[in-house]
């Protein structure tokens, strides 16, 4: 279709193009690059392009808080009674299912101590129906950006076959803008459970008696004490970034644009939040080392055995005291790249 100030002609798109001569369609100028100001409040381009791969970085995120909730429990000696798939099937939420099934695999041949309460926290104990809901969610949010991906967001949209133009919204990109919140959403629970396990592996009172702030020489050393401040600082920022893009329409170009959904902003934080996520996923690693260098019990299942193995290899023990950054970064390459997705 040419459109020209007075009338409009049907033709296909090069004689169109060559018609409209090297500067100027239908009286307009051509624009000289893509319509970057709108990425910012609607379009589903930008939003699409940040959310896929913050979907595919939360998934890999569940993985990782498994394997590291399958070795917690092993390294606190705790029972796995909590990981029975009837228990989740009763529940009626399927995602919980398969979380549970997952967690059973991470734990075949582990070796509860006996030793533990019959209840353990609900950082250890509901970890397959946190981590459940936060694969429901994340299955939400793939098939919503899948279909944004696979779908046209084009204004206006021409059907030649039906002989019609249609002046629509299809860029507006409010389906992933919801999404990539409860995704940001998600991802921060994530992050609060990582940090619960953390702070659970440090006390002494709950940890199985290891050394507080697993220090190799308590008073004398800080041991973890640095990594854990600064884990809870990135979790506090992260339910600070957490609070919903979607809703926050305020109206624009001359109110043409009266409501839009930010959907590129929802996304691109998700994204920033699965980089925190894997910092805190790292922290707890590095936490679950030292423990075993300080008398913890080693993973007696096979999968968890191959974890530590790795982390044992990349990190040092903290004996004696050094900036850890770089070792929370290792630790966080060693277990991301063992997570699988999916």
Known sequence: MRWTRTAQQRADGLTAVHAAGSGEISGIRRRRGPPVAHGLVNGTSLTSAAAGPAV????RAIDVALRLSALLVEILGAGTDFDDVDLLAA???QPGIVVVTRLRELLDGARPTGQR???EPYSVRCVPQLVGGVRATVDHVDAEVSADLNGVSDNPMFFPELDKVVHGGNFLGQPVAFAADALNTATVQLANLAERQLDLLMDPHRNGSLPPLLCARPGAQSGMTGVNIVTTAIVAHMRRMATPASIQSIPTNMHNQDVVPFGSQAALEAFRQV???RCVHGALALGLRQAVYL??????SREGRAVMDR???ALRPIDPDRPLDGDVRRSADVVYGEATVG
């Open 311 to 313: 982390l044992c290899r």
């Open 295 to 300: 008398g913890a019990p080693g993973p007696a």
């Open 117 to 119: 309460r019959l209840q």
């Open 91 to 93: 529940s009626g939420h």
């Open 56 to 59: 595919a970085g939360a998934s």
């Open 275 to 277: 980089k925190r996520l």
